[in-house]
């Protein structure tokens, strides 16, 4: 698992990851830039392949300045491309292309059980949607973005495995860090 804090840029490219992450984890994902901040203009992550993902495949929080370029994303529990909390800007994805993410949900597209990461009761106690709360638990998405102003070029979702749907544009909450 590659995490990414505050530190120098990252350049990764033509990487393979393959089973990566931990399902029902907040925080484990296969490629995780958390609190980066602003990043070095050089910090990419190019031409790499990230499949049967245990959760997501890439994710920004409170990150700015990423591009991610000519990635593909395929099968991850939960949401795919994820920009977190709505607090990322200047972020490019450029010709990415999602397909498949699954539901963390008990049936034959998730054979080994993986629990999703928001898959706790919702935030009333009872059974339900509680939409976004639980999305990636029960409706994920190939790309899941929190705020618009970052640059989505070329980009290409292939398929959800539930109700999913892509580039959702959703209101959402500044958490921990970010607020």
Known sequence: IIGVGNCASSLVQG???YQMGQGGRLGHYPIHFHHARKTPPDTFVKDSSIHDSMTRWIVLHGTHGVLL????????IGHGFYLEDGTEINNKLVANLGIFARAAVDNPQNPRKVPG???????????GDD?????????P?????????????????????TCGACYWLVPGF???MSK
Do not use: C, K
């Open 174 to 176: 500044n958490s921990g």
């Open 131 to 139: 939409f976004p709360y639980r999305s990636d638990y029960n409706n």
């Open 117 to 127: 990461i928001l898959a706790a009761p919702n935030l009333h106690g009872g059974a």
């Open 15 to 17: 990487v393979e990851f």
């Open 141 to 161: 998405t190939v790309f899941w973005i929190m705020n618009g102003w970052n640059d989505f070029q070329d980009n290409m979702a292939a398929g959800a495995g």
């Open 69 to 76: 370029e000519r990635n593909v994303g395929y099968m991850s």
